[in-house]
């Protein structure tokens, strides 16, 4: 079974541009989850999906973040004009029961 | 909100030394996890323990829900154990939305 898969696996940008990451989940699985993880701390959640639905996404700096899942499937993170402090590493993971999650390697991204 | 303090913030031992990590949490945990993060990044379920004590292999997880802490036991560690451990807490009893501590760094030497 393909785990989830993310891309690109590194971005470096400079301050102002905007980007996109993708994510592919597990076959089947319907809650998928995006974390943004600053170096040396923890992941913390930016927004999570049950299907296509958002289920909670209060912790997205609605300003410049926006994430959909139009087809209850793959999901795209965009971040519209990136600043310093969203250097971070950004982990998809997804779930078959919202209990155990599967993670992806995650996109590193360095702003500039 | 929900606060997951881990200690050590670092851990390096010999190859063979035993290591004890602590999870300790502000409000009653519905779920606790520990997790393992490879030095590449990718983040793997070790346990899942919200209460009590499970064994996996070389590692025994303890939490005690009263306490709000939990512990994770790694048994005659090896330098493939090397990497960030995090645990991660839920509450919600409904809608899985864990919190997760900052980690706790070890380095196994061979």
């Known amino acids: 079974e393909a785990g989830v898969t993310q891309s690109p696996r590194y971005a470096v940008l400079q301050e102002g541009q905007a980007v996109s990451f993708w994510c592919d989940p597990i076959s089947g699985h319907d809650t998928l989850y995006w974390y943004q993880q600053p170096r040396d701390q923890g992941p913390q959640l930016l927004v999570y999906?049950?299907?296509?639905?958002?289920?909670?996404n209060s912790q997205l700096p609605s300003d410049r973040f926006s994430a959909v899942r139009p087809k209850g499937t793959n999901s795209t993170l965009k971040i519209q004009s990136a600043k310093q402090g969203d250097t971070a590493t950004y982990l998809c993971?997804?779930?078959?029961?919202?209990?155990?999650?599967?993670f992806g390697p995650g996109t590193r991204l360095t702003v500039l | 909100g929900q606060q997951v303090q881990q200690s050590p913030a670092s851990l390096v031992l010999q190859e063979g030394e035993n290591a004890e990590l602590q999870c300790n949490f502000s409000?009653?945990?519905?779920?606790l996890q520990w997790f393992y993060q490879s030095p590449g990044g990718s983040l793997v379920s070790l346990l899942s323990n919200p209460s009590g004590t499970k064994h996996t292999g070389r590692l025994t997880s303890t939490t005690v829900t009263k306490e709000r802490r939990s512990s994770l036991h790694i048994s005659s560690s090896q330098t493939t154990d090397s990497g960030t451990y995090l645990c991660?807490?839920?509450?919600?009893?409904?809608?899985?939305?864990?919190?997760f501590g900052k980690g706790t760094s070890l380095v196994v030497h061979p």
């Open positions: 993971a997804s779930s078959p029961d919202s209990m155990k999650q599967y």
């Open positions: 999906f049950r299907d296509e639905a958002v289920i909670d």
């Open positions: 991660a807490i839920d509450r919600t009893g409904g809608n899985y939305k864990p919190t």
């Open positions: 409000s009653t945990a519905t779920q």
